[in-house]
């Protein structure tokens, strides 16, 4: 079938298509462009999943005109002025062409596809058209756009990465371990993190209809938080407003988080799931709307989502707003949980990987415990954004409620840190001794133990305790349990290692 | 801004108040008292989250009168006459005064705030002015409300609890551990058991008006099973109907009861989540009606969820009882399948902290496994149990399927508990030959490998014969995989322990 | 109570039951055969919650007639021509009677209950009546339908079920296992994979009315997949399509492939559950429709589930069919992700007992990784169902998208394999030296780790690679880390062994 032939048949598919917009009064009106209705001609055939998706997106029922044209706690883009937007036309709905023909010389896989220079990685920078702030802010202030390159980029993690997903082999009496395959760096760290997504140059594609020349892309699929994109952006939006119904509502959704934050080590969909929140959440999210604009406490929602404390626009019954919407997730952050190895204030640079500790190693803190201070937030700023995020809690609950909770937190924090500390002396005694070798300190049954430690079962409590989650996930559900057992295990092991002199390099 | 204007200011955010109300016939006709009124003036601006929560409440749309008035198994209420309630009136819907005005002198917690005499933490003697029964039964069959004693007041349950909560630090070549800190009990085995909440005094608290003194409570927040509260009392009846909501929906959903029992120590709600019941639950429960009194088998839910089998008035298509409601829980449980270390018949008495079995250990079982009869419901009575629960089953299933089903339970715990046996036997020749310290039975890996044997795989497998759950809990998730490996690494432990004479005490 | 008196006070509850049914048109209009209103009759007071089930099921609103007068994609039965059904009457609703009265010579568990022959086990060739390709495509292609007997009658898995399941006894120094008892079978590996359903003779069984005779059976209650049943077919529909509602939407929820598909040996739901599309699914559920017949992408469903890859029939938008219902779900599998002990090409027959590999072992690859090919799929018929399921992602992704995630896939089934031929290649060295028996290959410490390598880590990084699950199931969720510490411990388990003289045989 030649392109002809594809465009005469498309014609009845395109009405048929328009027909399904719903019509829901104005929005139901909204023309489509030229070139998007060149793309649905065929796609609407081929890929149609994709069409259905989009065409159930309020993309497909808005124009830039009226999206910009909206009050102002209504509006979901952050563009100010249409002239600002850099777009062929404000009066269309922000159909396939709208994203995928913009500023086609920036990236580095446009290709010419029936007539047109189509990109297939829509990146940050052609969604920042219309949502410029939610792009500088997740740029600027979220960790999550520089994941690639803090893992990557961090000669530490990536020891810890490389040395995880490469094949040991057995050789001799010892085992080797092998670089990692670029699959496997893909479906693992990368899988999360974001890949790098390369053009390597074009390759035949056999369709439907005559074979076309595509980009060949390395390091694609991949929707990771942190993806460098063909056009050397960094992010990519899709990974929590999934393809290509860009839904707010879905972003609002835990498990969308939960699809990186999972168990055992960043358990915060696991901890929330279980939590009060998560339970009212998945009790009652039937009667919740998950998609108002601006998101009214105690109307829209009845406890938090992920999304409620670090992201969204949250107003009260009033409308006066409670919070302003952020893409940098860490307005209401102080302390990171995440222990790398211990809890320690949140760096003042979303790109981690240039913090050095007093111990010349890329890590927040020294083994020790001493922070790396100079590169975290100050104790002042620190206040100001747990404040804010007891504003937020103060919604729902009593302010001592609130208060109290948050000293139970830094309570917690302490045991837990002084926890891994002892395991850390352990370790250390253990490679002072020949036990281990800190070469490699990722490598050895010991030092998974005490990786467990602060990677698995530390976090498992800290994020039990900051969010409020179900006690098990602090006591017996990793938690404490496996705390315990890790630190126990490894004076074990140390003990067994001792006592056998064969073994000892 | 000062009382007065709060007060001022109020007036019309109070009217958008009423306004919310839902309009559903009579209901919607409820008149406030005064004091609630006052109440809601400031509150409905700070903390408008718990005022969205109760407006979605049938307490905001309901008076007692009304309610006591229902037709029987329509009743929410086990108070018989209006004049056994003590309340100031049966003709106001239950708001925020009617909670935490009642009784001020009962409650250490009382502080005045505004004119009145308000206390923090609404406990069940509250909720008993109308909820009597529940009260009760919850009291005087439940172990739920013990849970906090239960635990605290068992030397070797609280021994357990301090050994894993505790700091263990570097000590030499050995391991010290410190008793755990308040803020970890309560994160952790008190966030289900519920803590011992406390007034320590009063304390300044700044407000968006005046500052204000208020209780300053330890062991807060806290809303476990068997909290112990300021007025002396047992439980907290949100931690199954949450604040402020008082839903009887949120109370059947089973992940209420999966915000405790998970796994891995008591692991229903997985087991559950995964079984063919769960299932109908998950596909199917947008359809069913969890708000019902009475509860209609077959209409209104189409398989178990916890509250069905262990607490609700369920009732069959033709209004007849199939069930009471009760509040008790055990009515259908003869077996107690959380191991200590074996399954056991339920306890008689609520209290099981003064159980003393033939060895003077405050548990329901030797290590030998014989049971502490005295302390334990008698066979008549197990029998009567089981045949309430399997009436239950047959609403849904043959007699024989039922009956079967139990008699494989009856045999699953048999193997169960002689591998538990079997494990103990492997730990007592440990404890005997001086491998391991019987001091305290909790602090050695050989002793967490046992603890696993009995507390996490074989309630694993236990609860999945009873519940009719996924097999695979009792297969590989845990289950006998687990238990084996529990016993072979417990057996293998010991030979290396055995080979190494220096790490002997 | 008699059986006369039961009959007359059925009749008003049998008039209930006949309101209760949905007035939607034709379908409600739909006849009940006299034997069913018998069985109604008492058993809408007795099991109602059965009737209740049954009630809402389309076979209680469908005749046998208008099932197969629908047009041809809408239709939910295979059957072609009315008389090829054999059965009573085409014209009333498919009740009690119409399965369980079914050819009653055939059924060993037939007996006489009120004036007919009923069968208890309702099975496979009584469905097939009226859905005679389903039933044929199940047990000819779907190795599910063989589940007991490949597991039963292999005596690789049958010793690694004994084994896992066995009560270890302390004897001496040593540890013996006893056979699995029946219950704890059933419990564990039968509970997936079906019993063998036997009668034992016939049993009273005191019922409401008079006492009755039933048959007595054994391996009874259970719904496994390939269930032996008393009339010797293999597997059990209600398995998925649930007991009474035998519903399409819940065996399209992938929640009910869960109930033994779970991790950690087949993680297929907890990968699924949280990938991009069990995000999906969970988040917007709501708005599809899994009950359609046919099921159109894109409009009834946004994403997969897991009967959309393996069994449904899916049409695009236009109606087209893209893949046909089939119930043998290998159509469009090429490669067997669960490693026994590698990853490798689809089974030739659904029978897996009877297959040898070059070793003589009942498996389908050597230990060193050699295919036993001629049991196994060709390399055609593998691109053949490879691009069958390449089909149905370009539905949503594009060609190039699918191509490279297929590519990734095979990457990383490489690298997991070769890990497990590592992790066998030690478990060789430690069978060889005498550190462990390979008499019985599962049953010592060493032996678990190497199992848990290549059954529980290494599938879990297979199927998320397969199904683009969460990067965490590849990486710390079991994963990479899993069976790097799986070889890593084996290693060092050697190790210790080796140095323990008095441990050895």
């Given at each position: 079938m030649n392109k002809r032939i594809c465009w005469l048949l498309a014609i009845p598919f395109v009405s048929v298509f328009l027909d399904l917009l719903p019509a829901s009064g104005q929005e139901a009106q909204v023309k489509l462009s030229d070139a998007t209705e060149a793309c649905l001609s065929c796609h609407s055939l081929y890929s149609q999943g994709i069409v259905k998706d989009w065409q159930?997106?309020?993309?497909?029922?808005?124009?830039?005109?009226?999206?910009?044209?909206?009050?102002?706690?209504?509006?979901?883009?952050?563009?100010?002025?249409?002239?600002?937007?850099?777009?062929?036309?404000?009066?269309?709905?922000?159909?396939?062409?709208?994203?995928?023909?913009?500023?086609?010389?920036?990236?580095?896989?446009?290709?010419?596809?029936?007539?047109?220079?189509?990109?297939?990685?829509?990146?940050?920078?052609?969604?920042?058209?219309?949502?410029?702030?939610?792009?500088?802010q997740y740029l600027n202030?979220?960790?999550?756009?520089?994941?690639?390159?803090?893992?990557?980029?961090?000669?530490?993690?990536?020891?810890?990465?490389?040395?995880?997903?490469?094949?040991?082999?057995?050789?001799?009496?010892?085992?080797?371990?092998?670089p990692p395959s670029e699959a496997t760096q893909m479906e693992a760290c990368y899988g999360c993190h974001g890949t790098e997504v390369k053009v390597r140059g074009l390759k035949k594609l056999n369709t439907p209809m005559d074979p076309i020349d595509?980009?060949?892309?390395?390091?694609?699929?991949?929707?990771?938080?942190?993806?460098?994109?063909?056009?050397?952006?960094?992010?990519?939006?899709?990974?929590?407003?999934?393809?290509?119904?860009f839904s707010i509502a879905l972003a609002r959704e835990p498990q969308t988080c939960g699809q990186c934050h999972v168990e055992p080590d960043v358990p915060a969909w696991n901890v929330y799931r279980n939590s009060r929140h998560g339970n009212l959440y998945a009790s009652r999210k039937g009667a919740w709307d998950l998609d108002a604009?601006?998101?009214?406490?105690?109307?829209?929602?009845?406890?938090?989502?992920?999304?409620?404390?670090?992201?969204?626009?949250?107003?009260?019954?009033?409308?006066?707003?409670?919070?302003?919407?952020?893409?940098?997730?860490?307005?209401?952050l102080w302390v990171r949980l995440f222990g790398l190895i211990y809890s320690h204030p949140q760096p003042i640079d979303p790109d981690t990987a240039k913090i050095r500790n007093q111990a010349g190693l890329p890590l927040p803190v020294t083994y020790e415990g001493e922070a790396a201070s100079s590169f975290l937030i100050p104790p002042e700023e620190q206040t100001r954004r747990r404040m804010s995020m007891m504003t937020l809690c103060q919604g729902c609950h009593s302010t001592q409620w609130a208060a109290l909770h948050f000293e139970k937190l830094a309570g917690t924090l302490r045991d837990v840190d002084e926890m891994v500390r002892q395991a850390?002396?352990?370790?250390?005694?253990?490679?002072?001794?020949?036990?281990?070798?800190?070469?490699?300190?990722?490598?050895?049954?010991?030092?998974?133990?005490?990786?467990?430690?602060?990677?698995?079962?530390?976090?498992?409590?800290?994020?039990?305790?900051?969010?409020?989650g179900s006690a098990d996930y602090a006591a017996f559900h990793g938690g404490w349990w496996g705390l315990s057992k890790s630190i126990l295990g490894l004076h074990q092991a140390i003990a067994v290692k001792r006592s056998m002199p064969a073994e000892r390099p």
């Open positions: 159930q997106s309020r993309h497909a029922r808005t124009t830039v005109r009226q999206a910009v044209e909206k009050p102002d706690k209504e509006r979901r883009v952050s563009l100010q002025a249409l002239e600002d937007a850099r777009i062929a036309s404000a009066d269309v709905a922000v159909g396939c062409a709208e994203c995928h023909l913009l500023d086609p010389k920036l990236h580095e896989d446009t290709f010419p596809h029936n007539g047109h220079e189509v990109h297939v990685v829509v990146s940050p920078p052609d969604c920042a058209h219309c949502h410029p702030a939610e792009r500088t202030q979220n960790k999550m756009s520089r994941a690639h390159g803090n893992l990557a980029g961090n000669p530490v993690y990536r020891s810890l990465g490389d040395t995880v997903l490469g094949v040991k082999r057995v050789a001799g009496r010892g085992l080797t371990i092998s595509v980009p060949d892309l390395a390091g694609w699929p991949n929707t990771g938080v942190g993806r460098v994109n063909p056009d050397g952006s960094l992010g990519s939006c899709s990974a929590c407003h999934a393809r290509h119904s604009v601006p998101w009214r406490l105690g109307r829209d929602f009845g406890a938090p989502t992920c999304a409620t404390c670090h992201a969204s626009l949250v107003v009260d019954a009033e409308g006066a707003v409670l919070f302003q919407r952020t893409h940098g997730f860490g307005e209401r850390t002396l352990l370790m250390q005694e253990a490679w002072a001794e020949g036990l281990a070798s800190r070469d490699n300190p990722f490598d050895e049954v010991l030092e998974m133990l005490w990786v467990e430690a602060w990677l698995f079962h530390a976090n498992s409590i800290r994020f039990t305790s900051a969010m409020a």
